[in-house]
């Protein structure tokens, strides 16, 4: 199997038919990448990292890129290798074996399944502290019903949505990095300087790394562009360049506005001493720089990219997951139903509605449901990355015999380093749930193995087929 050849065919070596739209190039899957991270994502949690950081917010965002960098190089490999929807599942499942496959599928449901519904939060809290007499479950309500919509219309129209908010983004970004400068410029910051890169007083790498296990949570979506690799009209090869690429813009972008906007926090001392447990670090670093217009217009562009543009494509993406697995046999057989007009798993995005609303409204009752959802996002998805990274050295160097050093061993190996490192130091509660839920899915395992669900693995290509992939 060559990258040259015909996706379809790729395919059809697994045991699959093509039932999805092959219509996406590699400019649409890195602008999905781009617009599920939310190049503004920074808004939302910049005082939590903040404050997690001991003010190095900048620093943390900048090891955050790097590991994702070498978790988005060990998606390149194993997307190369099996070239389908499913994400870390297909790719634990065919390079370690059907059990690990799905426990690591179930991690990621754990990021995948909770993700929608905190972004839909947040929206909708950001949105009732705008307009005060709407309620936050109508906003909630409104989000999801919309996004399904557009979602149920087909991956095209997604993708088109897609740049239209990106651009938007991008414009709402550049008003305030133009304004920030200005305002810097005019003496208006606080005196930090580089501070938010390194600041002896307070530096520790587990401060830092702390902080990181909240960073990532705007790193997370590059990872959702596997998810369309049956959508990728593209070579194999495309997937896994659109993933570095939509990290580099990212990552930069993260950087440079969370660096302008910690030099212009009005009470640096505070912000780490109390937190930030309404969420408006970042709008009021946007009033010092541009008046109260644009702490308004900050937090109305993070309200319509977390509710619309990043949970439109995060539905997609955990709709696709809950395809693959239901196409496996493991999960029920009704999500993998494909919409035979429009060509999207139909079932599966409406239960990825359902349960994003029920999470939404139930987490909205509770006094740390956006904390809590967003511990449990980032533990999920951590953990999975570290199967991940696993997978590369088994299937490659175990199973293959590869002796490419750096793409099948060394690169993998200190990508789960750092993730390790990651998750070590991330909040203990977020710890005991995500055990509990992998727990929970061991034994739901171990049921369906019971029961004869074992997933059918075709065999693998040939060595001569791997080969053409190098």
């Keep these: 199997m060559s990258d040259s050849a015909p996706q379809g065919q790729d395919l059809e070596k697994y045991g699959y038919t093509q039932q999805l739209a092959r219509s996406l190039g590699f400019r649409d899957l890195v602008v999905y990448g781009l617009v599920f991270m939310v190049p503004i994502a920074p808004f939302g949690i910049f005082g939590g990292v903040f404050q997690g950081s ?17 978790t988005a190089h060990s998606y390149a490999q194993m997307s190369r290798a099996f070239p389908m929807a499913g994400s870390v599942y297909s790719y634990a499942g065919r390079g370690i074996g059907a059990p690990v496959g799905f426990l690591s599928g179930w991690m990621i449901l754990l990021d995948y399944i909770l993700v929608p ?7 909708a809290v950001a949105m009732n502290s705008l307009v005060a007499s709407v309620p936050v479950w109508i906003w909630l309500i409104g989000f999801v019903v919309l996004n399904t919509v557009v979602n149920w219309l087909g991956i095209e129209m997604t993708a088109r949505i897609n740049k239209i908010m990106l651009v938007a983004e991008l414009v709402v970004l550049a008003i305030f990095l133009a304004f920030g400068v200005i305002a810097l410029a005019q003496g208006k910051g606080n005196g930090s300087g580089f501070h938010a890169f390194y600041d002896s007083g307070t530096f520790s790498w587990s401060l830092i790394f702390g902080a990181v296990s909240i960073a990532v949570l705007s790193f997370l979506g590059f990872d959702g562009i596997s998810t369309l690799a049956e959508e990728n009209r593209e070579s194999a090869r495309a997937i896994g360049r659109a993933m570095v690429a939509a990290l580099l813009l990212a990552g930069a972008l993260f950087i440079v506005q969370t660096w302008i906007a910690a030099m212009l926090v ?17 709008y009021d670093a946007a009033r010092v720089a541009g008046g109260a217009w644009l702490g308004t217009l900050s937090a109305l562009a993070t309200a319509i990219a977390w509710g619309f543009a990043n949970s439109l494509v995060a539905q997609a993406a955990t709709s696709r997951l809950l395809f693959a697995m239901a196409r496996d046999r493991q999960l029920p057989g009704f999500l993998a139903r494909i919409d035979p007009r429009r060509r999207v798993p139909v079932n599966a995005t409406f ?10 409204l ?11 959802l967003s511990s449990l996002v980032n533990f999920g998805a951590m953990t999975a990355f570290l199967v991940l990274h696993v997978s590369v050295v088994v299937h490659y160097v175990v199973r293959q015999g590869s002796r490419d050093w750096w793409r099948h061993l060394i690169a993998p190996l200190i990508g789960f380093a750092i993730l390790t490192f990651v998750v070590v130091n991330a909040k203990v509660t977020a710890q005991r ?3 509990l839920w992998l727990a929970i899915g061991a034994v739901l395992m171990v049921g369906l193995l019971i029961a004869g669900r074992r997933t059918e693995i075709p065999d693998e290509p040939t060595e001569a087929e791997e080969a053409g992939q190098a």
């Excluded at 239960?351 to 939404?360: D, I, K, P, T, Y």
């Design 362 to 372: 139930y987490m909205n009752s509770r006094d740390d449901g956006i904390t809590l």
């Design 266 to 282: 009005p009470e640096v001392p505070t912000l780490i001493k109390e937190g930030d447990p309404d969420g408006t670090a970042f």
């Design 433 to 435: 749930l995500g055990f």
């Design 54 to 70: 001991g003010g190095m917010v900048a620093l943390a965002y900048a090891i955050g890129m790097l590991a994702m960098m070498f």
């Design 351 to 360: 239960l990825v509605a359902v349960v994003s609303l029920a999470l939404g």
């Design 117 to 123: 519904a905190l972004l839909y939060l947040i929206a």
